[in-house]
T-cell receptor, first 111, second 112 residues
Framework: DAGVIQSPRHEVTEMGQEVTLRCKPISGHNSLFWYRQTMMRGLELLIYFNNNVPIDDSGMPEDRFSAKMPNASFSTLKIQPSEPRDSAVYFC?????????FGSGTRLTVV | SQQGEEDPQALSIQEGENATMNCSYKTSINNLQWYRQNSGRGLVHLILIRSNEREKHSGRLRVTLDTSKKSSSLLITASRAADTASYFCATDESGANSKLTFGKGITLSVRP
């Protein structure tokens, strides 16, 4: 298995632009998690899905953030419009029961 | 909000020495997990200990859990330069397929 695949690895965008981050979880895993990592705040859970259904989105910072999981093999995290404070590394992780497998992350820089 | 708080924040040791990292948490948990993160990479799951377990081993890793003190420790024996990474504890409050809350991590440097 190729593991959790995230794209792009790096994204540099201008403030106000729309950003879409993508994630392909491990086949057979039924839970998917989006985390954001910054030096100041550490790892923050943004949203997670069980069986493609959003369970907890209380960590989504504001309405500018949205996430979808249209099927078991794909999820997106969208930021519209982006702001400089959104700059961070965004991780997607998947799991079956216990123990997460993380992707390599998307480093987002908003200038 | 942070659930796990690791201690120390940074640790520097000589290759061959043991590294002990501690984690404290605030609420009741179902299990506690430790992860490693190498620079520029995603986190890698190391070991899970359930709330009814007190100690667990995996290779050179030994983890303990004291639910009365709400604390856990991760011991890496005979450290190697390749163990240089950040280590995170994460707590699971609800059981299978639930969210993990991560601490801010411990930076371990192993000098060759």
């Amino acid at each position: 298995d190729a593991g959790v695949i995230q794209s792009p690895r790096h994204e540099v965008t201008e403030m106000g632009q729309e950003v879409t981050l993508r994630c392909k979880p491990i086949s057979g895993h039924n839970s998917l998690f989006w985390y954001r990592q910054t030096m100041m705040r550490g790892l923050e859970l943004l949203i997670y899905f069980n069986n493609n259904v959003p369970i907890d989105d209380s960590g989504m910072p504001e309405d500018r953030f949205s996430a979808k999981m249209p099927n078991a093999s794909f999820s997106t995290l969208k930021i519209q419009p982006s702001e400089p404070r959104d700059s961070a590394v965004y991780f997607c992780a998947s799991s079956l029961i216990y123990g997460y497998t993380f992707g390599s992350g998307t480093r987002l820089t908003v200038v | 909000s942070q659930q796990g708080e690791e201690d120390p924040q940074a640790l520097s040791i000589q290759e061959g020495e043991n590294a002990t990292m501690n984690c404290s948490y605030k609420t009741s948990i179902n299990n506690l997990q430790w992860y490693r993160q190498n620079s520029g990479r995603g986190l890698v799951h190391l070991i899970l200990i359930r709330s009814n377990e007190r100690e667990k081993h995996s290779g050179r890793l030994r983890v303990t859990l004291d639910t009365s003190k709400k604390s856990s420790s991760l011991l890496i024996t005979a450290s190697r330069a390749a163990d240089t990474a950040s280590y995170f504890c994460a707590t699971d409050e609800s059981g299978a397929n639930s969210k993990l809350t991560f601490g801010k991590g411990i930076t371990l440097s192993v000098r060759p």
